[in-house]
């Protein structure tokens, strides 16, 4: 596609649901990153794909998040047993190149989570 | 003390005045710098990439850094109502991802 495609565009989840966002990157691009925002916040970065491999998970912020990228294009992040902090907008990028590369780093849309 | 800092605003600024956007950062070895515009639920988008110290200058936008002091700034010139947004300055370091401050929000008034 023309640019990063992430869906659901809005999910509500009740507490202690699972839910699984999806993104689809840039096609040919290698790297691939997810970003939580919180309202009225910068992005903090959860994790980071090169190809299928994640290289960096850093900054999931417990053993909830989980994501994956198995054939190094489309990622899933998952969370499970959602609680009302997970409430934010997450945000999928993409960038041309890998490791220790430049390059613009290209938005989705995000996804807006909501827990109730 | 968060890695990238930036001051909250909201910044209100006159249509046609220079809009003045600082951040500063923690990390030395950070080597890339990016200005992102962000408008009310939207994603991110890049207007700026400055990678040496001094300025770069993109239209009405000019990027100053300054890796002794770890400070980077954004100037707008001749500043629109288009230009209300939210401006996130990041960071890159050794590793791969961007380090984003929190956001300054600017408000340019007719």
């Known amino acids: 596609g023309a640019g990063v495609s992430q869906s659901p565009r809005y999910k509500v989840a009740k507490r202690g649901q699972d839910v699984a966002l999806r993104c689809d990157p840039i096609s040919g691009h290698v790297s691939l990153f997810w970003y939580q925002q919180a309202l009225g916040q910068g992005p903090e970065f959860l994790t980071y794909f090169q190809n299928e491999a994640q290289l960096d998970k850093s900054g999931l912020p417990s053993d909830r998040f989980f994501a994956e990228r198995p054939e190094g294009s489309v990622s899933t992040l998952k969370i499970q047993r959602t609680q009302q902090e997970d409430s934010a907008v997450y945000l999928c990028?993409?960038?041309?190149?890998?490791?220790?590369?430049?390059?613009?780093?290209?938005f989705g849309e995000g996804s807006r989570l909501t827990v109730l | 003390q968060k890695e990238v800092e930036q001051n909250s605003g909201p910044l209100s600024v006159p249509e046609g005045a220079i809009a003045s956007l600082n951040c500063t950062y923690s990390d030395r070895v950070s080597q890339s710098f990016f200005w992102y515009r962000q408008y009310s639920g939207k994603s991110p988008e890049l207007i700026m990439s400055i990678y040496s110290n001094g300025d770069k200058e993109d239209g009405r936008f000019t990027a100053q850094l300054n890796k002794a002091s770890q400070y980077v700034s954004l100037l707008i010139r001749d500043s629109q109502p288009s230009d209300s947004a939210t401006y996130l300055c990041a960071v890159r370091g050794a590793g791969n991802m961007l380090t984003f401050g929190g956001g300054t929000r600017l408000m340019v008034k007719p």
């Open positions: 990028a993409s960038r041309s190149r890998g490791q220790g590369g430049t390059g613009e780093l290209f």
